[in-house]
Nanobody, 121 residues
């Protein structure tokens, strides 16, 4: 079994910054892609940022130039630095990791429990 534990959400004023962290633990042989998704009330979950094991990054257009995704492979941790936050960034942010199990070699995606980010105007 694999667990993803997120931290760093909260309430911030527009223009401010927050840093999210997500640590994976459990029966992990390796992790391919890691990333962040978000879901605002009444909307579908959307991809925010993804980082490959090799460090290639992908962002949704609305956060390009403001958010930075990074990872520490040795600690199985992914980060999301969010700058110049806007009220429309308000959502529950979920961590995602594509994990190969050290127990049976299977590969599947895991999700964190979600962390609330609220940006006030």
């Amino acid at each position: 079994q694999v667990q993803l534990v997120e931290s760093g959400g909260g309430l911030v004023q527009a223009g401010g910054s927050l840093r999210l962290s997500c640590a994976a633990s459990g029966n992990i042989f390796s992790i391919n892609n890691m990333g962040w998704y978000r879901q605002a009330p009444g909307k579908q979950r959307e991809m925010v940022a993804i980082i490959t094991r090799g460090g290639n990054t992908y962002y949704v257009d609305s956060v390009k130039g403001r958010f930075i995704v990074s990872r520490d492979n040795a600690k199985n941790t992914v980060f999301l630095q969010m700058n110049s936050l806007k009220p429309e960034d308000t959502a529950v942010y979920y961590c995602n990791a594509d994990v190969r199990s050290s127990w049976d070699g299977s590969q599947r995606a895991y999700w964190g429990q979600g962390t609330q980010v609220t940006v006030s105007s």
